[in-house]
């Protein structure tokens, strides 16, 4: 079963502007992590954010995480074309062991 | 350092046969998770080996088993194929703790007919 809910499913905008994408969970988590994966192929970590973190940041990526609110989101800024890819957050549960539970997945589209 | 290597990458096969999925993972990764992706289910965790046992298992059919060699590499196989198995396999390792970063690979593309 999924444990994320991405929002939006789809984002379409141009270069240059920013992509905010949100995920939210159900249960406690140790850690959400965001991955990429271009069409059909496998992921790419873009990173880890802990549950006893608020805000993470990495080159043009910012995470944020609230826990109260069981929810994340993803901000990339100045976006690339290069960035076209699906994006999925996944979680580390406190109750499932050793597996990350991931989201659908939002598919990113950055026009030239 | 090489990445994580899954093979075959493509492969077609019919109703009722088996197929055995292989993946070698990072240099120094002991753990390797197993994942299925569809367009209906997404991203499913099938299950986690680490040092040669299976330490966490998704809700999957006693069709799909895996097992990890002394040198970390795993296989998954699945019997009597049905055309709903029909995804793609990826395979992930980490230094320790499958709930960490996760390494993947290209995945393997099966085809069920």
């Known amino acids: 079963s999924q444990q994320g809910e991405e929002d939006p499913q789809a984002l379409s905008i141009q270069e240059g502007e920013n992509a905010t994408m949100n995920c939210s969970y159900k249960?406690?988590?140790?850690?959400l992590q965001w991955y990429r994966q271009n069409s059909g192929r496998g992921l790419v970590h873009l990173i880890l954010?802990?549950?006893?973190?608020r805000e993470k940041h990495s080159g043009r990526l910012r995470v944020t995480l609230d826990t109260s609110k069981k929810s994340s989101s993803l901000l990339i800024t100045a976006s690339r074309a290069a960035d076209t890819a699906s994006y999925f957050c996944a979680t580390a549960e406190e109750t499932s062991g050793s597996r990350l539970t991931f989201g659908e997945g939002t598919q990113l589209t950055v026009n030239p | 350092k090489a990445g994580v290597t899954q093979t075959p990458r493509y492969l077609i096969k019919t109703r009722g046969q088996q197929v055995t999925l292989s993946c070698s993972p990072i240099?120094?990764?002991?753990?390797v998770s197993w994942y299925q992706q569809t367009p209906g289910q997404g991203l499913q965790f099938l299950f986690e080996y680490f040092s040669e046992t299976q330490r966490n298992k998704g809700n999957f059919p006693g069709r799909f088993s895996g097992r990890q060699f002394s040198n970390s590499r795993s296989e998954m196989n699945v019997s009597t194929l049905e055309l709903g198995d029909s995804a793609l396999y990826l395979c992930?390792?980490?230094?320790?703790?499958?709930?960490?970063?996760?390494?993947f690979g290209e995945g393997s593309r099966l085809t069920v007919l």
């Open positions: 240099s120094g990764h002991r753990s």
């Open positions: 249960t406690s988590i140790n850690n």
């Open positions: 992930a390792s980490s230094l320790e703790r499958a709930t960490g970063e996760l390494f």
């Open positions: 954010i802990r549950s006893n973190e």
